[in-house]
């Protein structure tokens, strides 16, 4: 196997990897506070629900970010051959979804976890506590858009 396809593979793994853990992190912060919301009041369990999948969004983002290049180096039928250069190039060019799903997915779930207050005292706030950690997943998405226009400007073979 060339060097090149190593590092292209482990930019894909690295997307998917780093987000994930963002993401685990942030729905675990948020589910930590949103069980204490219903223990007391079970009826808000879907409000409390929407809040804490929130943060789970840049797994996905990291995850189409090591599709993309799963694609582009055709991993799922015949691999093409890929340059040190090309490979290095892919990798680098994960880190954007990568490192910005991780940090997004554990600052979202904190503020979804802030949210969940809003939820216990004034429900009908609740779509204000969205709105809020909906913020934070604005820089997941860059980092995503970012690493799809990266690797789309990458030759390969």
């Known amino acids: 196997m060339e060097l090149g396809l190593v590092y292209a593979i482990l930019g894909a793994a690295l997307s998917a990897l780093f987000a994930g853990i963002g993401s685990a992190v942030g729905v675990s912060l948020a589910g930590q506070s949103g069980s204490g919301v219903i223990s007391e ?29 799963i694609m582009k180096i055709g991993l799922l039928a015949e691999p093409m051959a890929v340059s040190t250069s090309a490979g290095l190039q892919i990798l680098f060019a ?23 207050g809003v939820v216990a005292k004034v429900p009908a706030e609740t779509g204000k506590a969205i709105i809020l950690s909906a913020m934070v997943e604005t820089y997941a998405v860059l980092g995503l858009l970012a690493t799809i226009l990266l690797v789309n400007g990458i030759q390969v073979g």
């Not at 999948?53 to 993309?68: K, R």
């Not at 954007?96 to 503020?111: C, T």
């Open 94 to 116: 994960c880190l954007p979804v990568a490192l910005a799903g991780l940090l997004s997915g554990i600052y979202q779930g904190k503020v979804s976890a802030a949210g969940m």
């Open 41 to 69: 009041e079970p009826a808000k369990f879907g409000r409390v629900l929407l809040l804490q999948a929130l943060p789970g969004t840049q797994g996905i983002y990291g995850f189409l970010g090591a599709f993309w290049v």
